[in-house]
């Protein structure tokens, strides 16, 4: 099983919808999670990150947590072609030299116009 | 100027060749890290120094060696380079204090190719 796990996609949605991405992590003992975003051809950028159980809002994302699932997901509201990208979850698990960033393999968000 | 900088951004080389990945940071970060990403499996850790003292493997390490020369800078070498190490190399930074520890800053990327 892998350490966090997403689902690769293509998710396709039409604009003006609601994406909704989704991460799953085997560690129990995570407390931080994140989310980037990647452009085609581009480096990783942060976009949400969240550390306690429930949603946290910024803008059009919406970031969910739940660890007792070992959840975490984002929705994107009024997605538009702008958003299209991959989404790369990451956590934060315990390791010998401390806690480390681990990234799922991203899923594929496709805004259709 | 971009806060993470890879050089080169582009190298195409052939097997049993030395190659060497340098990346500078301006962000003032003790922590550093190179990446590697194939299609599809997102990022992987291949090395991080938490300062310039201190360096650790991560999850692929194998093929791969790395200087930190001071706290700006971070090289990553393959010393025989072989064609499974074509991929997308990208270095990156963060801050080593709490939560900051996840906010990773990346450089645009060393897109190399072993023939």
């Known amino acids: 099983q892998k350490e966090v796990e997403q689902n690769s996609g293509p998710l396709s949605v039409p604009e003006g919808a609601i994406a909704s991405l989704n991460c799953t992590y085997s560690?129990?003992?995570?407390?931080?999670f994140f989310w980037y975003r990647q452009y085609s051809g581009k480096s990783p950028e942060l976009i949400m990150s969240?550390?306690?159980?429930g949603d946290k809002e910024d803008g059009r994302f919406t970031a969910q947590l739940n660890k007792a699932s070992q959840y975490v997901s984002l929705l994107i509201r009024d997605s538009q072609p702008s958003d299209s990208a991959t989404y790369l979850c990451?956590?934060?698990?315990?390791?010998?030299?401390?806690?480390?960033?681990?990234f799922g393999g991203g899923t594929r968000l496709m805004v259709k116009p | 100027d971009a806060d993470v900088t890879q050089t080169p951004r582009n190298r195409i080389t052939k097997t049993g060749k030395r190659i060497m990945l340098e990346c500078s940071q301006t962000?003032?970060?003790?922590?550093m890290y190179w990446y590697r990403q194939d299609p599809g499996l997102g990022l992987q850790l291949i090395y991080y120094?938490?300062?310039?003292?201190?360096?650790n493997k991560g999850e692929i390490s194998d093929g791969y060696s790395v200087s930190r020369q001071a706290q700006a800078k971070f090289s990553l070498s393959l010393e025989s380079a072989i064609p499974n190490q074509t991929a997308l190399y990208f270095c990156?930074?963060?801050?080593?204090?709490?939560?900051?520890?996840?906010?990773?800053?990346f450089g645009e990327g060393s897109r190399l190719t072993v023939l």
């Open positions: 120094s938490f300062d310039v003292k201190d360096i």
């Open positions: 969240i550390y306690s159980n």
């Open positions: 990451a956590v934060n698990i315990n390791r010998n030299a401390g806690n480390m960033l681990t």
């Open positions: 990156a930074t963060s801050d080593s204090t709490g939560r900051a520890t996840g906010e990773l800053f």
């Open positions: 962000k003032g970060h003790d922590r």
């Open positions: 560690d129990r003992g995570s407390q931080s």
